[in-house]
């Protein structure tokens, strides 16, 4: 039997109308294949999409076994025989500890989509107290066995996290997977204590390898039901409250270099790299990286009031100003 599906309207603005982008894209399976851009702020999504998480292949123990832990054997982040590699991803590692270095008052980070928890290994290496909560029974017991870290099998909302308990929360390669990007920034949010620091990695939307590869780019996949641009991304982070420290995309990974090499040759991937290096790749590389604050006080939100005003940026103050009297309500219940 088919699992079921849904129409979603816009995540980011509500809104029902969208233009079709894509309808024939590369995918593991083919079931849902519209990739859709809101009309109203230009988020990409997918629509119609699977109504339940549970439904996706990539939960169960053929996936793991079948595409998760082969791809980590494919980038060398595990060797032949499923041991570790450390190295091969530490540099990310080290430049997101070094990142939350600053933030460190509770000693407390938690990784959301941890998968087997590689990043929560980093952090443990470096005396941060780690937390781990991921959907994937397959993933999160080879993260407990194998790793011995702490991971919490399930969703976020019912993972019983106290609220302002942690410095730092992460989510690398997730928010393109989640049903409603939003509902979890809202929950993140709470979770974080006031001043700590969110820190985000997924696909780029705006890149150049989409832009080259079209249909064929890697990143079209069943469970990616959202595609952002540093624009799309900002406004999230700003709905949910967050103060945005930065959000950038550099570079072309491995993967797309050789999909460009095969399908346009060596000279238009050189070009391509050229192109990323050079003024003109601002903001198109294949990842975004970004960074978030949630405010530390009742003056901060002010301040940044303030400097929205200043900048003439009315639509942010407007959903500044309801993100502070909503945070203002919670407040005064809790
Ligand atoms: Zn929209």
Redo the contacts with the bound molecule.
């Keep these: 039997m088919l699992p079921s599906t849904e129409f979603v309207p ?1 995540n ?2 509500g ?1 029902q109308t969208a233009t079709v982008r894509y309808t024939d894209v590369k995918r593991i399976d083919t079931q849902l294949t519209e990739v859709v851009e ?1 009309d ?2 230009g ?1 990409v999504y997918l629509n119609p999409r699977l109504a339940r998480l549970v439904d996706n292949f990539t939960m169960n123990e053929a996936y793991l076994r079948e595409h998760y832990l082969p791809y980590y054997q494919k980038i060398g982040i595990l060797t032949p025989t499923l041991e570790l590699d450390a190295a091969a991803n530490d540099q990310f590692h080290q430049s997101a500890l070094a990142e939350m270095q600053p933030y460190r008052e509770l000693n407390r980070v938690l990784d959301v989509g941890c998968a087997i928890g590689l990043f929560l290994k980093a952090a443990r290496a470096d005396g941060w107290d780690c937390y781990g909560v991921e959907p994937s029974h397959a993933l999160a017991e080879y993260g407990r066995l194998h790793l011995g870290l702490s991971i919490t099998e399930g969703e976020l909302g019912q993972a019983g996290f106290a609220q302002n308990s942690f410095d730092v929360i992460t989510l690398w390669d997730v928010t393109e997977h989640l049903l409603d990007p939003k509902a979890t920034y809202r929950l993140v949010y709470s979770l974080l204590r006031p001043g700590g620091l969110l820190l985000l990695r997924m696909p780029n939307w705006q890149s150049l390898a989409r832009e080259l590869l079209g249909p064929e780019w890697d990143m079209f996949v069943t469970d990616h039901f959202y595609y952002f641009t540093p624009d799309t991304l900002t406004l999230l982070m700003k709905q949910t409250g967050f103060i945005p420290k930065k959000v950038g995309a550099d570079g072309l990974v491995p993967s797309e270099l050789d999909a460009i090499v095969e399908k346009l040759g060596p000279d238009a991937a050189a070009e391509a790299v050229a192109r990323l290096q050079g003024d003109t790749g601002n903001g198109r590389g294949s990842t975004l990286l970004a960074a978030a604050q949630k405010p530390r006080s009742r003056r901060d939100r002010m301040k940044m009031a303030g400097q929205l005003l200043r900048r003439g940026e009315l639509s942010d103050l407007t959903a500044e100003a309801r993100t502070y009297l909503r945070w203002f309500l919670a407040d005064r219940r809790g």
């Design positions: 816009c980011l603005c809104s809101c109203g702020c988020m």
